[in-house]
């Protein structure tokens, strides 16, 4: 049985003049026909699912739909259209900062925050100093919450919706939080709840980060579905060549003709820097000493090529 099951999900918004001209010409304008509503599909037609254990990465510019599908799974949103079907509990981190009182301290936020992820008083007072610990906070327990930076503030919210055991884990553009010994901390973290058998979504920007914990990948576009599989390495290839040429694949051949030029770019890429390279040693080598720039190139070829001067000797 599927953990998540997404069936054509689309998802509207849809935005009026009604706040701009009050009540009472709503009604005259309704009545008179002159009322006028826009419609936004931010999703249209969307399917996947997902097994346990299961990491999904979401891929798609801005305005694609991302966040708006993960709100969808979450159940902050219903479906306008389709139907999404969950089978498990749910921890998002979606806006990290969010459903925090500044004026309370940080103890008093971890609770909070603990009862509106549905966990009782007992469960959070075991898991409070494990959570205090991974988020570093130690000695900020008593401070109120709106003087942390906001980079603490994230990590307390990471430290909370990840150090429980949901089914299903929410990734919103949240492994980059912290510095950079916490962000190896949060990504290990992370590889170790999926490693447990926790189905994951993934949202990044970070493609390296799709690469390295997902084994399937869904590419949203304008609310459109261009794909959902299992060939992580071939679309994000993909993904990199249309986000350089704009070019949107229609088919499989497409998506591999773009997978194929980007290998070319990086190749392209990797050329010019063994070039460049190679220019900078050589301007390293003209304008010193003629002994130092024998020594240099000397000790160059021991490390990059010692077959060559064996071939000498």
Request: charged share 25%; net charge neutral; hydrophobic share 40%.
């Amino acid at each position: 049985m599927s953990i998540i099951k997404a069936d054509g999900v689309s998802i509207r918004y849809i935005t009026g003049d009604f706040k701009d001209i009050g009540l009472k010409e709503y009604v005259v304008r309704r009545l008179q026909g002159r009322y006028k509503v826009t419609e936004f599909w931010a999703d249209r037609h969307v399917s996947f699912s997902l097994e346990r254990g299961d990491m999904l990465g979401i891929i798609g510019s801005n305005g694609a739909g991302k966040s708006t599908l993960l709100k969808a799974v979450s159940g902050i949103m219903v479906p306008t259209e389709g139907h999404m079907e969950i089978h498990g509990s749910i921890a998002a981190l979606l806006e990290l900062a969010s459903g925090f009182d500044g004026d309370l301290t940080v103890r008093e936020n971890t609770y909070l925050r603990g009862a509106m992820l549905g966990y009782t008083r007992k469960f959070m007072d075991e898991k409070y100093q494990e959570i205090i610990d991974f988020a570093e906070l130690q000695d900020f327990q008593e401070r109120p919450f709106k003087q942390l930076s906001s980079g603490m503030k994230s990590r307390l919210a990471f430290s909370i919706a990840c150090l429980v055991s949901p089914d299903i884990l929410i990734l919103d553009e949240v492994l980059s939080v912290g510095d950079g010994a916490f962000r190896k901390k949060s990504g290990d973290k992370m590889r170790e709840i999926l490693n447990s058998g926790v189905t994951g979504i993934l949202v990044s920007h970070s493609l390296e980060q799709v690469r390295e914990m997902c084994n399937k990948i869904l590419w949203l576009d304008h609310g459109k579905q261009i794909a959902f599989t299992d060939e992580v390495s071939l679309y994000c290839d993909a993904y990199e060549e249309f986000l350089r040429t704009k070019k949107l694949p229609q088919n499989r051949q497409q998506v591999e003709q773009l997978a194929s030029g980007w290998q070319a770019y990086l190749q392209q890429q990797r050329r010019q820097a063994e070039r460049t390279e190679a220019q900078r040693l050589e301007a390293m080598l003209e304008s010193g000493t003629s002994e130092a720039a024998v020594q240099a190139a000397v000790s160059v070829l021991k490390k990059r090529r010692p077959d060559l001067l064996a071939a000498q000797s």
